[in-house]
């Protein structure tokens, strides 16, 4: 296994999940695992490939500026948690 | 030891789409909350978002106005970030390969013409809108995924002064353009600032310090007047600044702190896997050009020099086209366009407005403005009488010359016929006569205004006071 350094706390708290430290030791290596199976591709020689920032060769794709139906409200808010007046509730914001 | 600010702005412009940027949502301000929403702009699993071509192309046409160059290739990122009005918990963006990068705006700024280099403008979504109550929060996504274009500016501006007036001039290119109607009060445009402080002829920047979420270019002025004092203190005291985001408070009218360098955000960048790289063909990028329109300063520099016309002149033809389109119109023919737009800017206008007749509606032929300005030149009629032509050609619009003849309003340069009125004027007004005999000069002036009434202003008013002086002193 390659050798990574990840910081799993770090790494939790961006994606705003609670880990015990149980589950911090048990994801970290899991993490560590799929790291070193990303350490393996440098093995290769890509100096002869061109980046990408796609898998798929296709370009270009887009379409005509024309509005569409958008959802009714009482569809757009059915799985807000909390609802008044039309507006999804989320607790009170404060920066 | 004298200071210098140092700032740069990130300018948040939405886009004149008629759709939304990756769905066919209405981008509209004001419907009810939550209405103008689907499965995509709502980040719903599952859903795929496709470009609009033109929020694509309005990016590209900002590039060209910007004087920017356009890449050949160009894709979108993630930007990865909690927030409640970003549904998606994520914001496409352009992170490393944008649309446009290293253009200019020139503008008149201190009575000469100042560069703010642009480092890029690139293509994002707007956010959702937050409304905030006693013991919660509302969001209404109406908003989220509306295009967004970002425009970065070098950090050349040195005052808060330049940066309005940069902003202003920013705003007339993109609302010429037809890029972005720039509604303020519909939050259209918003902005970020960066400043920073350094001892004048440092070459080092000091720390920078960013001002987020400005909504007005009144608020963007006062708080760097309040910034650059404030950061200049702290340093004159021998503190250190540190980089850090403050929040601009318009009642209070200072800055505060929102979060340190440490609390920084890590927005983990990586590309869109939803959306395909974007690679302008050249036919695509000359549509685009196409729709390159002259920019306020260049036409008011065109106005000012092919026109002949001052500057406050040009400068109203500047911000209201249509009336320009006009005047450029009707003076194609013109020996005097001075004074045709004199005619076009003062009588023109309020007798659109006192009618409250549209521009298109106007009755007055093209070549009848020119036609009018070469009558009082030549000499034909007054510029008293003008006014009453003038009148005449908008109710009917029929042609001067034919107004004049028909009305008989041609002034009178006949030499005998003024000599007549003007015998006539002093053998009624004899106290008059012998107060200009006596050396009162002001006499003449009544005198002549005498002869004008007479003449239902129809007298050349130059031969008049000939002719009356020569009668007087003789």
Redesign the interface.
Known sequence: MADTELDVKYVAHLARIALSPAEEAKLGAQLGNILGYIEKLRELDVSQVEPTAHAIPLINVMRPDEIRPSLPVEDALRNAPAQANGLFLVPKIVE | MEYEAVIGLETHVQLK???KMW????NEFGA????????VC?GLPGVLP???????RLTVLTGYLLNCSIPSFA?FDRK?Y???DAPKNYQITQYD?PSTAHGFVDFEFAGGMSRVRITRAHLEEDVGK????A???????NRAGVPLLEIVSEPDLTSSDMAYTYLNALKDILIYGGISDCDMEKGMVRCDVNVSVRPVGQKELGAKIEIKNMNSFSGVRRALDYEIPRQIAVVKAGGKLSQETR?WDDVGGITEL?RSKEQAH?Y?YF?E?D???????AA?LEEVSRRVVELPLARKQRFMTAYGLPAPDAETFVNDVPLADYFEQVTATAKNPKAVANWVINNLRAKLTETGTPLAEVKIKPADLPDLVALVDGGKISSKIAQDVFAEMFATGEAPAAIVEKKGLAQVSDTGAIEKLCDEVIAANPKSAEDFRAGKGAALNFLKGQVMKLSKGKANPGLVGEILERKLQS
């Open positions: 789409t008629k759709s769905c066919g949502c209405a009810p909350p939550n209405t103008n929403v689907c499965p709502l496709v470009a609009n071509e033109e929020g694509l894709k990865n909690f927030y409640p390969k937050n409304f905030h109550f013991r919660n929060s509302g969001v209404d996504f929040r929102m890590d983990r590309p896997p959306l395909m790289p974007f690679e302008p063909t695509w």
